[in-house]
């Protein structure tokens, strides 16, 4: 059963600190990854995706990932209200191309 | 111009009913998914089509049967419904699945199913 873990949530950061969400994989030949984050109530919405290792930056978020100790890392800095959310990391892999999800962690960013 | 649309966004029945999700997208993608998200937020793949042809067909009970008449529509039924199938259902599209899997997956706003 492959399988992607999330830290046990939630977290709770100040506005203006970096949040540093993790994720562990256990097929060692998955191909790309990503990170979708949820607002309660609403649909998945893609918001990084890595495919290399190495640190990937878009604004204020680094997707990091090191596939040899399959791990995959989310940090958003100069955290917002607005970031507070579910975060769910994904993992493609296999020859149907199946994206599996973690069970996310909920962040909260406090004013 | 929504891009991945569900029909019903609420949907509220009693068990042993029989009840149909649909979904369209509007967006050209090849492949359409369906996801189930439970209570504890857990999202897990379904189904998945591409060009019409099932590609993906996880350990669902085969009460629940998707159809494709066409790759821009993805349908869900349900029958006899459980009152452990209420959740938010998510459909989904990507295109070129083929392609290391590196294209991103739309969702759909989700049909939140109630089995009284």
């Known amino acids: 059963q492959k399988e992607v873990e999330q830290n046990s949530g939630p977290l709770s950061v100040p506005e203006g600190a970096i949040a540093s969400l993790n994720c562990t994989y256990s097929?060692?030949?998955?191909?790309?990854f990503f990170w979708y984050r949820q607002y309660s109530g609403k649909s998945p919405e893609l918001i990084m995706s890595?495919?290399?290792?190495g640190d990937k930056e878009d604004g204020r978020f680094t997707a990091q990932l090191n596939k040899a100790s399959q791990y995959v890392s989310l940090l958003i800095r100069d955290s917002q209200p607005s970031d507070s959310a579910t975060y769910l990391c994904a993992v493609r892999s296999g020859a149907n191309s199946k994206l599996t999800f973690g069970k996310g962690i909920t962040l909260s960013v406090r004013p | 111009d929504t891009a991945v649309s569900q029909t019903p966004k609420y949907l509220v029945t009693q068990m042993g009913n029989d009840k149909s999700i649909k979904c369209e997208q509007n967006l050209g993608h090849d492949t359409m998914y369906w996801y189930k998200q439970d209570s504890k937020k857990f999202l897990k793949i379904m189904f998945s089509?591409?060009?019409?042809?099932?590609?993906i067909n996880e350990t669902v009970p085969n009460r629940f049967s998707p159809k494709s008449p066409d790759k821009a529509h993805l349908n869900l039924h349900i029958n006899s419904l459980e009152l452990g199938d209420s959740a938010v259902y998510f459909c989904a599209s990507s295109q070129d699945w083929l392609a290391g899997g590196r294209k991103t997956q739309y969702f759909g706003p989700g049909t939140r199913l109630l089995v009284l």
């Open positions: 097929d060692r030949g998955s191909q790309s």
């Open positions: 089509y591409n060009n019409k042809e099932l590609i």
């Open positions: 890595i495919y290399s290792n």
